[in-house]
C-alpha cells in the first residue's frame, strides 16, 4: 500500500506533500500518513508512580510523564543514532515505482553467534508500465546468499539490494520473489541477557533499522498488506510477534518455530521480534456481549508479578481508548505487552516492547496503536503525529481515571517553552526526529485537529484553537465561521517559539457527522483550562 496526495487542497493550505503529512485510508481499514549519557541513564531507570492525590490514590507526576517519553525517545535515538554512524543513504528514488504488498520472514535466530539467517519473501505490485528493476533496503552488514522467484540475478551495494524483474512488469501487474541471506545485525535487532544470563532477542526499528536486519522497502509510506513472520530460536525461548500466533514447532534439533501472521496493514518498523525465556500472562478483554479480544503480556520471570498487576490497568486502558478512538484497530488478533532491554517503549504493531510495565508507558504505547500504528506517518518529518498523539491520549485517559483538574494539570505540565518546529526538517539528527517537542508540544495541535476531523473524542471537547501563523493577532474566529472537516490535517506550525492561542472557548456545532461550525462563546486565561462539552 502507498501514499498519494489528494487532487486538491483547501484553500490556503500547502501544496507541499512532502511537508503536510497527508491521511491516506487503506482497504482494512489502516490508514497512514504522509546526550549520550543521558540517553543511558534513561534507558536503565525503571520508573515508579510518585504522586498522589487528595485521596491518597498514587497518580503519575509530571516529572514521571516527561521522564517516560524521554525514556521512549531515548531507546529511539540510540536506534537512530546507530544508524547514522553507519552514514546510509536515502532510499532509492526507484523504490516509488513499486507497491510492497507481503513480506514473509523466515528467520533463524541464534543467540550464541549472535547472528541471523534465513528467507524474506517479498510480493509487489508494479505502479508504471515496464518495471524491470526492484529495489530494496539492505545494510551491507548483511549478506545475501540468492535471490529466486521473478528475479533475474541480484547486487548489494551501497546499502540497496538492486534485484532486476526475469520479465517486465506492466502497471497493475504481480511480482514476487525470495532473498536467502545470513549475517550479524548491527542495529535493529538486539542481542543481550537478562536475568540469570537468559538470552533475550528483540527488535527496535524505528526509524530506519529494519533494513540492519530484514531486506525491505523500509520507508513508513508504504505498507505491507499483511505480513508472515516465522522465528526459530533456541528451545526453552518463546518468541513473540505481530497478529496472530498460528503453530508452534518443535523441530527436534534444540530449536522451536514461531509462526506468527499479521492480517492487518503494517508498515517495516512495526514488524517486531521478541524472544527469551518469557512468563506468558493473559486474560480478555470484553468489548461485547459474546466479543474478547486476547490480552498477553510477556515478562521476564523475575517480573511476571509486575506484569500480572499490570494487565487489569491495561483492560481499562483498552475499555476507554476502545470507545472514544473507535474499535480496536486489530480486534481480529490480539494486544500484548512484550518485555525488552530498553527503559522505553516502542509500540509494534499488536505487540508493545516495553522496559517496564508502568502505567505511563502502558497507555503511550497502547493510544500508539491507534495512533502511529493504524494511522502512520508516511514521512519521518511528521513524527509528531504519532507522538504527540499518544501524548494527548495519555491526557484524556488520565482525566477518564482521576478527574479534570488532574488533566489540566497534566496538560499545562507538558506546555513550556519548544526550541523547534512540529515538523521535523533533519530527520538525519539524532536528538531532532524523537526530541521531546513531538511529544509535549502536539497535544494542543491534537485538539485542533481534532476539531477540523470532527473524530470523537476531539470533537466533543470544546478547545481554543492556535492562531494561524503569520496573524498579526490572536483573534477568535467570527461566529458561523466554518472550518473544514475533511480528512486532512492543517500544516504544522512552522516557528520555533510557542504559537499564540486565541484563548476563546466555544460550542461545537456538527452537521452530517463532521465538525461545521465555530461559536464564541467566552473568553479563558489558559490554552488548557477550555470546559468539556458534555
Not at 223 to 240: E, H, M, N, Q, Y
Not at 286 to 296: F, I, K, M, R
Amino acid at each position: 500500500m502507498r501514499v498519494s496526495p489528494p487532487a486538491t487542497w483547501p484553500s490556503g493550505w500547502p501544496t507541499d506533500y512532502s511537508r503536510s503529512g497527508i491521511l491516506t485510508f487503506g482497504p482494512i481499514p489502516s490508514t497512514r500518513l504522509s546526550g549520550a549519557l543521558v540517553a543511558i541513564l534513561l534507558l536503565a531507570m525503571p520508573l515508579h508512580l510518585n504522586g498522589r492525590d487528595a485521596t491518597g490514590r498514587d497518580i503519575p507526576s509530571p516529572a514521571e510523564v516527561r521522564a517516560v517519553h524521554q525514556q521512549e525517545a531515548a531507546a529511539k535515538m540510540a536506534a537512530l543514532q546507530r544508524h547514522r554512524l553507519l552514514k546510509v543513504p536515502p532510499g532509492d528514488p526507484a523504490q516509488r515505482f513499486y507497491d510492497a504488498r507481503y513480506y514473509r520472514l523466515d528467520l533463524r535466530l541464534d543467540p550464541a553467534g549472535p547472528s541471523l539467517s534465513g528467507k524474506v519473501q517479498v510480493r509487489g505490485t508494479a505502479l508504471v508500465d515496464g518495471l524491470s528493476l526492484v529495489v530494496l533496503d539492505l545494510l551491507g552488514n548483511m549478506v545475501v546468499d540468492s535471490v529466486s522467484g521473478d528475479a533475474g540475478g541480484f547486487t548489494h551495494s551501497a546499502d540497496l539490494l538492486h534485484v532486476p524483474l526475469s520479465q517486465p512488469v506492466d502497471s497493475g501487474g504481480d511480482f514476487t520473489f525470495e532473498v536467502s541471506y545470513h549475517g550479524q545485525p548491527i542495529g535493529g535487532l538486539g542481542f543481550t541477557t537478562h536475568g540469570d544470563d537468559s538470552p533475550v532477542i528483540w527488535s527496535l526499528s524505528e526509524p530506519y533499522s529494519a533494513r540492519a536486519w530484514w531486506p525491505c522497502k523500509d520507508t513508513p509510506g508504504d505498507k505491507a498488506d499483511s505480513v508472515d513472520i516465522i522465528l526459530t530460536v533456541p528451545i526453552g525461548l518463546t518468541a513473540a510477534s505481530n497478529g496472530t500466533l498460528r503453530a508452534t514447532t518443535d523441530n527436534d534439533d534444540g530449536t522451536v518455530t514461531f509462526y506468527w501472521h499479521e492480517k492487518y496493514p503494517i508498515t517495516t518498523y512495526l514488524v517486531s521480534v521478541a524472544a527469551t525465556d518469557y512468563a506468558v500472562e493473559t486474560d480478555w478483554f470484553h468489548y461485547g456481549q459474546s466479543d474478547s479480544l486476547l490480552v498477553e503480556y510477556y515478562a521476564y520471570p523475575e517480573n511476571s508479578s509486575a506484569a500480572r498487576a499490570g494487565l487489569p490497568q491495561c483492560l481499562d486502558m483498552l475499555g476507554y481508548f476502545h470507545r472514544i478512538f473507535g474499535p480496536y484497530p486489530f480486534l481480529g488478533e490480539k494486544y500484548g505487552v512484550a518485555q525488552f532491554p530498553p527503559g522505553g517503549g516502542m509500540e509494534h504493531q499488536t505487540i508493545s516492547s516495553q522496559g517496564h510495565f508502568g502505567e505511563v508507558l502502558t497507555v503511550h504505547e497502547l493510544a500508539h496503536q491507534w495512533w502511529g500504528d493504524k494511522i502512520t506517518n508516511a514521512v519521518w518529518g511528521d513524527i509528531w503525529l504519532n507522538e504527540g498523539f499518544a501524548s494527548y491520549a495519555e491526557a484524556l485517559y488520565f482525566e477518564y481515571k482521576y478527574d479534570r483538574d488532574y488533566y489540566r494539570d497534566y496538560m499545562n505540565g507538558m506546555d513550556r517553552p519548544f526550541p523547534y518546529a512540529l515538523f521535523v526538517d533533519d530527520t538525519t539528527a539524532v536528538g531532532r526526529i524523537f526530541h521531546f517537542t513531538v511529544y509535549d508540544r502536539v497535544p494542543g495541535w491534537c485538539i485542533c485537529s481534532g476539531m477540523l476531523w470532527g473524530i470523537p473524542p476531539f470533537s466533543r471537547f470544546c478547545w481554543p484553537i492556535p492562531m494561524i501563523p503569520g496573524s498579526p493577532t490572536a483573534t477568535p474566529p467570527p461566529p458561523g465561521f466554518r472550518i473544514c472537516a475533511r480528512p486532512w490535517p492543517i500544516p504544522p506550525w512552522t516557528g520555533s517559539s510557542t504559537p499564540g492561542y486565541t484563548r476563546w472557548a466555544g460550542r461545537c456545532t456538527r452537521s452530517s457527522g463532521a465538525l461545521r461550525k465555530w461559536t464564541v462563546a467566552r473568553r479563558w486565561s489558559s490554552p488548557f483550562t477550555s470546559p468539556r462539552q458534555r
